[in-house]
């Protein structure tokens, strides 16, 4: 019962501000995953590829 309650109240505030009560953030990533994220979407710095999934778990495997 309770809740239902607080769920009530939730949503007569996001009626009422016309909107969620609170402010809503991604965490930001630091400068080594934004480095590991740019390097991938480039194709830089890649200890190795794959052409298929397959090819992938064959070589997880193998490790």
Same mark, same amino acid.
């Given at each position: 019962?309770? &809740? #239902?309650?607080?769920?009530?109240? /939730? !949503?007569?505030?996001?009626?009422?501000? *016309? *909107? !969620?009560?609170? @402010?809503? @953030? /991604?965490?930001?990533?630091?400068?080594? +995953?934004?480095?590991? #994220?740019?390097?991938?979407?480039?194709?830089?710095?890649?200890?190795? +590829? &794959?052409?298929?999934?397959?090819? /992938?778990?064959?070589? !997880?495997?193998?490790?």
């Amino acid at each position: 019962m309770k &809740f #239902i309650k607080n769920l009530h109240l /939730l !949503l007569d505030k996001i009626k009422c501000k *016309g *909107g !969620l009560p609170f @402010q809503m @953030q /991604l965490p930001k990533p630091n400068p080594e +995953t934004i480095a590991a #994220i740019e390097d991938v979407n480039n194709n830089r710095n890649m200890s190795c +590829t &794959f052409d298929s999934v397959d090819e /992938l778990m064959k070589d !997880l495997n193998e490790k």
